[in-house]
């Protein structure tokens, strides 16, 4: 039990660089939030629904984050500050991260999977601040989805995802092989998909000048005559 604790917390610090102790990661309340949930989870297996409602609500009221005693979570889940909302058919997988203002929210149950209505997270994901997971979709192990992205649609493995609707990003080899990228996207400019689509257009703007140098190249250079003019020319000398 201890073992397993202070693994968890070492888990933590591997994520976030502020706390200069084990100790401290025990005030997060993210962390507190868990074993809430744990707490919570093992009452709704056991069909004491109320008593597992009471407890996430003292969690909430304590934390500030809303898990449902349904949602399923696996090892050395992280939320980094708190406000996050996680629905009752959600799934996690190991090693995930959430930063603050994160929902996994549902959809019509009419438009899914029957009894599914909540994202599934495979292991190593990392959502950012304010991003939103709607719906039954599956977010693959080790994909990042950046601040304020919203996700409707089932996320490749080790995709990054940014924007309204949430779409795919190029991300820098050495970025992308990092065991672990706070805040689920790069900060440099270089990763900005707004900078990115500018410098798309600028390489077709180059192509196509390219293309037409060669064309006026192409008419500037004298035609030759055809088979038919050599032969007319022959028969008259």
Known sequence: ML????????SVKSRDP??????????YPGVWSLGYHRIA????????????????????????????????????????????????????GDDVTLY????????????????????TLCDGVIIGSGAQVLGPVTVGARARVGAN???????????????IPARA??????????????YGTPCSDCFDPEKQKLELLQCEVEQL???LAELM????RPSLPDDATLFQERDRA
């Open 209 to 211: 000048q390219k293309r």
């Open 41 to 92: 989870h093992r009452l709704y297996r056991a069909r004491l629904y109320f008593l597992a409602r009471l407890v996430n609500h003292l969690s909430r009221f304590l934390t500030g984050n809303d898990i449902h005693p349904g949602a399923k979570i696996g090892k050395r889940f992280f939320i980094d500050h708190g406000f996050t909302v996680i629905g009752e058919t959600a799934e996690i």
């Open 217 to 220: 190249v192409e008419k500037q």
């Open 149 to 163: 992205a919203v996700v409707t649609k089932d996320v490749a493995e080790g995709a990054t995802m940014v924007g």
């Open 18 to 27: 502020a706390p200069r102790s084990r100790a401290e990661i025990l005030l």
């Open 3 to 10: 073992r397993n604790l202070i693994s968890y917390l070492d």
């Open 100 to 119: 603050q203002n994160v929902t996994l929210g549902g959809t019509d149950p009419a438009n899914g999977i029957a009894g599914k209505r909540h994202p």
């Open 169 to 182: 990003m190029l991300v820098d080899v050495t970025a992308y092989q990092r065991d672990f990228m706070p």
